[in-house]
């Protein structure tokens, strides 16, 4: 199988002169399709760094970043604006929900954005919610959700552009154990089923049990690879038996 | 209903110091001018509330309310013109009131000819008080200077220490520069000291034109016709718009409303960018999550000057409102108050692009958002 993400000796440092920290030290790490990838390590140790470069957020000192055999850190501002909405999802700790719209509208948003047309992207918007269970909350706003319930149309706003990589950053760090391994076991499934890339930066170590691989980072440089044996789960509520 | 109007109504308490501000800065505007507008166009009511359409005055007449004398047989000189089909002189002296309680005052006296047809009769008196002040020493006053002149219909006052009448109230002849006391050209003489009064001298000439002759062109040919050192034609706008813009630049009024105007609108914009920042500052998440997605800077700034738009078109409707309430009050206590469409329409325009200014300079939080902010 091809690597969907390539990184290449990827450098960055934060700071200038005496006060410069490096954070990233010539890193190199490629991940696959159809796999989560938790990247954890200690505050500081690069990952969200890591996590930005990969996601075409920031762009490193130096090495390069390929995502579907495509250079991003060659591609123009403009370019790189096109590839992210073509190819890239994000998850963020915050929910980042507009307080004024609902499940649906959250969801459709980035196709409207998109240009896609109204009646279409609600459609898909409705799929993209009715994949993360979360069909009957489409009318609901922010205020009207549990914390779970918003990370998940977080996830189906990610999900909606049909994207190969999907990028998580901290996606748990708000929500209680239970919600946050549900939400993980959600991720799981996509990668599963859509054969999405699903890089996810987490401290939580309870997370482990639904990834395939997880990476850890130490002082810019990957520390260890692990390969996780496959957990058995419910098909239904996603919880590791 | 677009991203833009949704975060509007849901959250509109957060968009209301904008809105307000907006609409504030508007009324602000309009009800100077409607003021000043109102207030010179007051200068000018004699000539404005006139048929004549050709006026002749001094050479050195830079307001209707200074002009100097001229001679009578002015009138006779103007007739020559075959556009011309009659005029008449209207005579106007300073006086001293003293109505039947001791108030005194100093007043314009308006010598006219007392009928309903005459040139000079202005048109609050034409349907039946120009005829009354045929009766000899007779005078008829503004209902809005009732008050000041300590007066009312059938009340018995002095001018110049000659008694007259007060026959009537007029309404709508109010001027900010002086209190008009109307009469008729032979009581006005009757009124005037014999040494001071020369009987050849009159304020203005009067014409009116056969139909269809165009007053400009008039005007143009009786400049070469008058002896330039003794008397100017103008036509009545000329006169009138000359008369105010002479108000405007000497009183400084003109100047302090644009500083004031400049200063409204300078604070709108100030409130509304800074409420506009605060909105886009507090969802900064949100439009930070969608730039990492891809969407360009400039689509979500669409959403912020789609609010800023929506928020100056809201605030012009709410002005129109308050300053129709406005110029409704004024009416009542007869206060000068006068708006054209174009200044409405300015001030809507103006407002628009307040809020489409500050809009813009919201902006500036979101062009500098770097998403990759929203992993630290």
């Known amino acids: ?54 996601g075409g957020l920031l762009r490193p000192d130096a090495g390069q970043v390929s995502v579907s055999g495509t250079m991003l850190w060659s591609l ?125 930066v987490t401290h939580d170590p309870q997370l482990m049990c639904h990834a395939e691989r997880v990476l850890q980072l130490r002082n810019g440089v990957i520390h260890q690879d692990q390969r996780m044996a496959p957990a058995v789960r419910s098909p239904l509520t996603g919880e590791a038996a | 209903m677009s991203l833009a109007r949704t975060i509007l109504l849901f959250e509109w308490r957060r968009f209301l110091p904008a809105l307000l501000s907006v609409t504030f800065a508007g009324v602000l505007m309009l009800v100077q001018l409607g003021l000043l507008v109102g207030m010179f166009g007051t200068v000018t009511v004699l000539a404005d509330s006139t048929a ?32 011309i089909t009659r005029t008449e002189t209207l005579r106007v002296r300073d006086g001293s009131w003293r109505s039947a309680s001791g ?53 018995m006052a002095e001018i110049n220490g000659h008694r007259v009448r007060v026959v009537g109230l007029s309404q709508g002849l109010r001027s900010i520069g002086t209190t008009y006391v109307f009469t008729s050209q032979q009581t006005l003489r009757g009124l005037l000291d014999r040494e001071g009064d020369d009987v ?10 056969r139909k269809g002759a165009e007053p400009a062109t008039v005007v143009n040919d009786l400049l070469t016709l008058l002896p330039p050192k003794t008397a100017k034609a103008w036509t009545r706008v000329q006169l009138s718009q000359q008369s105010q813009r ?56 669409a959403v912020i000057v789609e609010q800023a738009a929506w928020i100056g078109a809201g605030g012009g409707v709410l002005m129109l409102l308050l300053v129709a309430l406005v110029a409704q009050l004024a009416q009542h206590f007869y206060v000068p108050f006068a708006l054209s469409g174009l200044g409405i329409a300015v001030a809507m325009a103006v407002g628009l692009l307040t809020a489409v200014c500050s809009g813009l300079l919201a902006l500036r939080e979101l062009y500098r958002l770097q998403p990759a902010e929203l992993l630290r």
């Open chain 2, 52 to 83: 004549a359409s050709v006026w002749i005055t001094a050479p050195a007449t830079q307001s209707l309310d200074q002009s100097a004398e001229i001679p009578a047989s002015l009138a006779a000189l103007v007739r020559a013109n075959a556009d």
């Open chain 2, 200 to 209: 050849g001298l009159v304020t203005f000439v009067l014409a009116e034109l």
């Open chain 1, 1 to 54: 199988m091809t690597a969907s993400v390539v990184a290449a000796d990827l450098m960055h440092s934060f700071g200038r002169g005496a006060a410069q920290t490096r954070v990233l030290h010539r890193l190199s790490v490629e991940f696959w399709p159809g796999e989560v990838t938790l990247v954890m390590g200690a505050s500081g140790s690069g990952k969200s760094t890591l996590l930005a470069a990969l």
């Open chain 2, 103 to 155: 108030t005194t005052l100093p007043v314009t006296v308006v010598g006219i000819s007392p009928s309903a047809s005459a040139l000079s009769c202005p048109a609050p008196l034409k349907q039946w008080l120009c005829a009354l002040l045929a009766t000899p020493n007779t005078v008829v006053v503004d209902r809005s200077e009732a008050n000041k002149l300590d007066t009312t219909t059938a009340g």
């Open chain 1, 76 to 200: 123009t501002a403009r370019a790189l604006e096109r590839f992210r909405y073509q190819h890239c999802g994000y998850i963020f700790q915050g929910f980042n929900l507009f307080p004024a719209l609902t499940a649906l509208e959250q969801v459709a948003l980035p196709l409207r954005f998109g240009g896609e047309l109204k009646a279409r992207a609600q459609a898909r918007a409705e799929a993209a919610l009715a994949e993360v269970g979360l069909s009957a909350c489409a009318q609901l706003r922010p205020s009207e959700l549990s914390g779970g319930e918003k990370q998940r149309v977080a996830i189906a706003r990610a999900l909606v552009t049909q994207p190969r990589v999907l990028f998580a950053d901290e996606p748990t760090s708000a929500l209680d154990s239970s919600n946050g391994e549900r939400v993980v076991a959600l991720l799981q499934d996509i990668a599963h089923l859509h054969g999405t890339t699903v890089i996810v």
């Open chain 2, 246 to 301: 002479w108000w405007l630049e000497e009183s400084g009024v003109g100047a302090g409303f644009l500083f004031s105007t400049v200063l409204g609108l300078l604070i709108a914009v100030v409130i509304t960018s800074q409420t506009l920042r605060g909105v886009v500052l507090s969802q900064l998440r949100e439009y930070a999550t969608f730039r990492a997605i891809g969407v360009p800077a400039a689509r979500l700034g």
